[in-house]
C-alpha cells in the first residue's frame, strides 16, 4: 500500500482519481487548495504527491518549491498547460514528472509504478566524494573544501548521478533517465544546461572542469 497526497482543486476529477488509486488498496487523501495541501505536504510521509499548478491560495509551482526546501518526496505535477516553457519549469521547480490534463488514470498508475521503481532501486550512495568535492544524499549537502555549495534539486540529482558513477561515461540519455526519468518531456539538451549551471558553482576559473564532455558522446568525472 502507498500513501498518495493529491493537492487538486477540481474535487469531481479529486474523488475519481481517489477512488481508482483506493481500487488499488493505497491511502489516498485529498486537498483542495495550495496551503492545505503543502501543509499536508510537509506534517507527513507519502510516498508520491499528485500536484495540480493552478490552485487556489498557493499555486503549485509554489507548493512544490516549498516541498523541495525540506523534502524529497516524489511529485508529478498535473496541469493543463502545455507549453515547453511550463513543463520545463514545472520540473525545475522540483516535480519529477509533468502530465498534461485530460490524462488516462491507467497512464498516471503507470508513471506512478515508474517512480516507485526508481525510488527502490535507484538511491545513489549516501556518501560521494569526488577530489575536494563531498556530497552527503541523506542531508542533501555538497561541500567544496570547507565551504557548503547551494543546489536546487535537479543540479544535485546530476551531480550525484555523475559521482557515483566516476570514471564511467555517462550519456545524455542515462542521465536525463537517473535524474528527470525516462517519461520526462524535457529534450536532452536540458542536460548539458544542467551540466553548465553545475560547472558555474562547483568550477574554479583558470582549472580544468570537474566535468568533462565528451562530444557526441555524454560526460565523465574522471580521476
Known sequence: MKRILFIEDEQHL???????????????????????????????????????????????????RKIRTAKNTPVIMLTAKDSIKDRVTGLDCGAD??????????????????????????APQAILTFRDLYLNSDLRIVKKGNDEIGLTKREFDLLAALMEHANRVMSREKLLD?????????????????????????????KAS????????????KK
Open 14 to 64: 479529486s474523488r475519481f482519481v481517489e477512488m481508482e488509486l483506493r481500487r488499488e488498496k493505497n491511502e489516498v487523501v485529498l486537498a483542495y487548495d495550495g496551503v492545505t495541501g503543502l501543509n499536508l505536504a510537509l506534517a507527513e510521509d507519502w510516498d508520491v504527491i499528485l500536484l495540480d499548478l493552478m490552485l487556489p491560495k498557493m499555486d503549485g509551482m509554489e507548493v512544490c
Open 97 to 122: 514528472d509533468y502530465m498534461l490534463k485530460p490524462f488516462s488514470i491507467e497512464e498516471l498508475k503507470a508513471r506512478m509504478r515508474v517512480i516507485f521503481r526508481r525510488e527502490a532501486t535507484e
Open 178 to 206: 537517473k535524474v528527470w526519468g525516462f517519461e520526462t518531456v524535457v529534450d536532452t539538451n536540458v542536460v548539458d544546461v544542467y551540466i553548465r549551471y553545475l560547472r558555474n558553482k562547483i568550477d574554479e576559473q583558470g
Open 210 to 221: 570537474y566535468i568533462q564532455t565528451l562530444r557526441g558522446i555524454g560526460y565523465i568525472m
